[in-house]
């Protein structure tokens, strides 16, 4: 048969060392299974801006077709790299945070600022309207950040008596997370609930404020809800987390959108993805039909590395065979 055309996709992702990173690379790689002819070349900027600008340049010099990218900031060094990626021609889609421009071709992500609106209508109720927040930022120069907290003040305006006390920043990291509250334990004491802007950071902060007896007083509330061990869907049912919001990584969907692109098919410029309220209402569920989703995905990949074990021995036989044939 014809030879199918083949194609690279360069990834340029800010960090890859958290679960929800990990899960949108297992995400995309699945789907990419359905697509042999494309190739994935992928970086992990480790969190610093400047390494993934220097990456995004590697990737085009080894001649990648398209561009996915997770920035690590909306900074403009950032933009400009992407833009001078877009002005050459190639396609760029943008993954979960935003850059400040409109050279690319796709976007696809959750409404971040919905999310924050979601998580503070739900945490007016959970206080019954009255008490004190502290808010743990993930990396102010990110747009998740920005937009979670700003869905959070527009949703508390509704609940005059509720208020945000102290803003920490803990980076996205739950490390970072952990330092900042040990050196902000007087704010936990006086404080009603810690809300952090993903799961991660609320297990650190949980951790902190468990050692200094603080954890009885506080509910925490965050976001991602990703499934599986080490994972907010875990905590929620661990009763660390009072409850989380559904951010789906979107690896399925960047992959399908950039096949869709290179194949040159139209493409929507803005692919806002579902997110869903998290919490003891109906955590068993969730966390029932995921954890059946990723066990029927982890055979899958363990019979289709048989297969392939299988298809490379059936070739040597083959060859062989031929071998034995011809002389
Ligand atoms: C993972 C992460 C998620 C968060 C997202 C925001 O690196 O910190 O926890 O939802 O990035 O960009």
Not at 220 to 246: C, H, K, R, W, Y
Request: charged content about 25%.
């Amino acid at each position: 048969g014809q030879q199918r055309k083949t194609y690279r996709i360069g990834f340029s992702q800010c960090t890859g060392a958290d679960e929800w990173r990990r899960y949108m690379l297992n995400e995309m790689n699945r789907e990419l299974t359905f697509h042999p002819n494309y190739t994935l070349l992928y970086q992990d900027a480790g969190n610093s801006t400047d390494r993934q600008i220097s990456q995004i340049h590697s990737l085009v010099d080894e001649g990648i077709d398209l561009l996915i990218v997770s920035p690590n900031e909306t900074s403009t060094s950032i933009t400009q790299a992407v833009e001078s990626v877009f002005k050459k021609g190639i396609p760029v889609v943008v993954i979960d945070r935003k850059i400040e421009t409109e050279s690319y071709n796709a976007y696809i992500g959750a409404d971040n600022v919905e999310i924050g609106r979601m998580a503070g209508a739900y945490i007016g109720n959970l206080l019954n309207g009255k008490g004190r927040i502290v808010e743990v930022w993930g990396l102010p120069g990110s747009s998740p950040a920005q937009e979670r907290h700003r869905g959070l003040r527009e949703a508390l305006t509704r609940y005059p008596q509720v208020q945000i006390s102290k803003e920490l920043n803990g980076q996205w990291e739950k490390d970072t997370a952990r330092r900042v509250a040990a050196a902000h334990l007087s704010d936990l004491k006086a404080a009603d609930l810690v809300f952090t802007h993903n799961d991660v950071m609320g297990l650190g902060v949980y951790e902190v404020s468990k050692a200094a007896g603080l954890d009885k007083q506080l509910r925490f509330v965050g976001i991602d809800a990703l499934p599986g061990p080490n994972a907010g869907m875990q905590f929620i049912n661990e009763g660390i987390l009072t409850a989380s919001f559904l951010y789906p990584t979107g690896g399925q969907e960047a992959i399908e959108t950039a096949v869709r692109i290179l194949e040159g098919k139209s493409v929507k410029r803005d692919n806002m993805l579902n997110s869903i309220q998290v919490d003891a209402s109906n955590i068993r569920a969730l966390k029932a039909q995921t954890d059946k989703l990723l066990a029927q995905q982890y055979d899958i990949e363990k019979q289709s590395r048989r297969i392939d074990e299988l298809t490379r021995t059936y070739s040597t036989q083959r060859n062989t065979l031929y071998l034995t044939l011809g002389s």
